[in-house]
């Protein structure tokens, strides 16, 4: 859909702003509006949380792999060609029996988009951020997520450039999956610690 | 600052209250005001951490009634201005009423994917050794910034660990405001929950933050 037939355009105030702040830009020859569609179609359409499913199913099936990943994250991403903007400097970190990871950003909404896309609105949002560091198991329950109460919990609160993907703990009941049928378990959630890995079905 | 972005601890919110098969965008608006607000960033006038600083700067009671990319796109406003791009009159007639700076680029469509490739890495090469290692008990400072800064309010003062050194980053403090990027070394600091939050914090909590160097203090 081109932004020329949006419906909420004639009824929504702050659609006409940003389409008035889109128009003056474009007037004074300062962006590109086509350039504004190629950026909508890259995170609308091509990098997504399938990105992080794959380097999470990869780690599954290579010891050799996650131990490169757990070491230098940014580097084992990219030779999967997972890598650029909101992906620079990356961290995965690995849930074990004894602690469950998960990540928020506080202060803003530092997120990695280069292997989970754009974030959730929840993520951006002052409940979330609010208390994924001082009530992590409440806010696990909305998600539908109850923990063992001696799980031990850590958050990843990104204040810097850091980047923090969660490698959720492999399912049983998968051996001899193939990484494509394995990243089908890994949900975005799952990798920001919000979710496990989905069980087979 | 203690401005309404610092949000960890704070009550009062509600359920997070997550949408089942969310889309990425709500309105057809928000694909624009993602699109624009990165194009414009693609000027090259501001950084990372001012254009942060611009949205923390929001008014709290505007911050907290606006949804994140209205808090974008009144942000990208103050910045536009700021550095001359747009004015109070373009705004106000929505359109291009006076002229504007000379950009130092575009972002042009065919340049996007490289552009979005490449990113905009913040680690920097420092001078000194770091001062800290892994396993060195550190007490965050305790300050009350008046200008940006990334140590949350709830680790001022708080006693931590080094788990991790990382890289030297770009300081956001000096950065946001135009006065240098004077990268310093990054550590993961973890916390108990204990000392963060003291009386009934969850036992088996902790929570780590990357701090920059000058943040810390030997313990």
């Not at chain 2, 309404?4 to 005001?33: N, T």
């Not at chain 2, 309010?153 to 788990?163: C, D, F, L, S, V």
């Amino acid at each position: 859909m081109t932004h020329d037939h949006d419906p909420d355009n004639e009824l929504d105030p702050f659609a006409a702003r940003v389409r008035a702040l889109e128009t003056i830009l474009t007037e004074k020859g300062l962006i590109d509006p086509a350039a504004i569609d190629v950026i909508v179609d890259t995170y609308e359409t091509k990098i997504g949380p399938r990105n992080g499913a794959r380097v999470v199913a990869k780690a599954w099936s290579d010891p050799v792999y996650a131990e490169w990943l757990k070491r230098d994250a940014t580097a084992a991403i990219e030779s999967l060609s997972y890598s650029g903007r909101q992906g620079e400097h990356m961290q995965a970190v690995f849930n074990t029996e004894e602690t469950h990871n998960l990540v928020v950003c506080t202060l803003c909404s530092c997120y990695p988009w280069s292997v989970l896309g754009l974030p959730p609105v929840w993520y951006k949002a002052p409940p979330y951020r609010s208390r994924a560091v001082i009530d992590p198991r409440g806010v696990l329950e909305e998600f539908g997520l109850t923990l063992p109460a001696q799980k031990k919990i850590r958050v990843w609160d990104s204040t810097a450039e850091l980047r923090y993907l969660v490698v959720p703990m492999r399912p049983k009941g998968t051996d001899g999956w193939s990484e494509e049928h394995l990243a089908d378990l890994v949900s975005r959630d799952a990798m920001i610690g919000t979710a496990l890995a989905r069980e087979p079905a | 600052m203690n401005g309404p972005q610092d949000l960890g601890g704070q009550m009062g919110f509600g359920p997070v209250a997550p949408e089942i098969d969310e889309p990425y965008f709500h309105a057809a608006w928000e694909r624009r005001a993602l699109g624009v607000t990165l194009t414009a960033g693609g000027m090259g006038a501001w950084n990372i951490d001012e254009s942060r600083h611009a949205r923390e700067s929001l008014h709290p009671a505007d911050y907290y009634s606006s949804s994140y990319y209205q808090i974008w796109i009144k942000a990208l406003e103050t910045l536009l201005k700021r550095h001359g791009f747009v004015t109070e009159r373009d705004l106000a007639a929505g359109k291009a009423v006076d002229a504007a700076a000379t950009p130092k680029r575009v972002l042009i469509a065919a340049d996007v994917a490289a552009v979005l490739a490449k990113g905009g890495p913040c680690d920097r090469p420092v001078d000194t050794p770091a001062r800290f290692r892994v396993g060195d008990r550190v007490r965050m400072k305790n300050f009350n910034p008046t200008g940006h800064t990334r140590l949350p309010r709830y680790a001022r003062g708080k006693m931590g660990t080094i788990e991790a050194v990382r890289d030297g980053f770009v300081f956001p403090d000096s950065n946001a405001h135009g006065r240098g990027e004077n990268p310093q070394w990054v550590y993961t600091v973890v916390f108990d929950g204990t000392e963060v939050w003291g009386e009934g914090a969850d036992p088996t909590l902790t929570v780590s933050i990357d701090a920059w160097e000058s943040y810390l203090e030997p313990a």
